[in-house]
T-cell receptor, first 112, second 113 residues
Framework: QKEVEQDPGPLSVPEGAIVSLNCTYS??????FMWYRQYSRKGPELLMY????GNKEDGRFTAQVDKSSKYISLFIRDSQPSDSATYLC????????????FGSGTQLTVLP | AAGVIQSPRHLIKEKRETATLKCYPI?????VYWYQQGPGQDPQFLIS???????DKGSIPDRFSAQQFSDYHSELNMSSLELGDSALYFC????????????FGPGTRLTVT
């Protein structure tokens, strides 16, 4: 079983919808949580970065971390066709090891 | 803003050949990471360097080696290539060894035939 599980989708929503993307994990040592957006044939682009539990908001994006449930979420408000991409969650433990462990990605399509 | 630069963007090699991938981090970033992303797979961490020293090692095959140079660019050397090495290879960089914000390059697509 993978350390990080992510619903692969695909997920298709109408423009303006609220999108919820989720990941669960098994390694309780994860302390740093990231969300990346990856367009086809491009490198992952860092969207949000949070430490430990709590919420973080950046424009239309909100990241939530619930360490007690080992569950993280990314919410996208007022979704746009330009948000269509694959969204990857990623996590890292505290300390010198900064390697990221990724989820398998959720493919999102926002229909105009 | 300057981003991570990777070269070449595409590379085709035959089995048992060697390949060298290059990565130029964002200016002032001193830490470089290499990831391998197979078709339909999530990126898998290979190796990282901080201040020209190897800082962490993941699932990198013994056939692969890497180093970081004095100008902070990094090279991933791959020998005895196998069909299974066909993948997207991403380089990421961050500022200081304590930063968890990694910024990825566009990747090098390696095809082994």
């Amino acid at each position: 079983q993978k350390e990080v599980e992510q619903d692969p989708g695909p997920l298709s929503v109408p423009e303006g919808a609220i999108v919820s993307l989720n990941c669960t994990y098994s390694n309780s040592a994860f302390q740093y949580f990231m969300w990346y957006r990856q367009y086809s044939r491009k490198g992952p682009e860092l969207l949000m970065y949070t430490y430990s539990s709590g919420n973080k908001e950046d424009g239309r994006f909100t990241a939530q971390v619930d360490k007690s449930s080992k569950y993280i979420s990314l919410f996208i408000r007022d979704s746009q066709p330009s948000d269509s991409a694959t969204y990857l969650c990623a996590m890292s433990v505290q300390g010198s090891a900064r390697q990221l462990t990724f989820g398998s990605g959720t493919q999102l399509t926002v229909l105009p | 803003a300057a981003g991570v630069i990777q070269s070449p963007r595409h590379l085709i090699k035959e089995k048992r050949e060697t390949a060298t991938l290059k990565c130029y981090p964002i200016p002032r970033h001193d830490t470089v990471y290499w990831y391998q992303q197979g078709p339909g797979q999530d990126p898998q961490f290979l190796i990282s360097f901080y201040e020209k020293m190897q800082s962490d090692k993941g699932s990198i095959p013994d056939r692969f080696s890497a180093q970081q140079f004095s100008d902070y660019h990094s090279e991933l050397n791959m020998s005895s290539l196998e069909l299974g090495d066909s993948a997207l290879y991403f380089c990421a960089s961050s500022f200081s060894s304590s930063s968890y914000e990694q910024y990825f390059g566009p990747g090098t697509r390696l095809t082994v035939t």
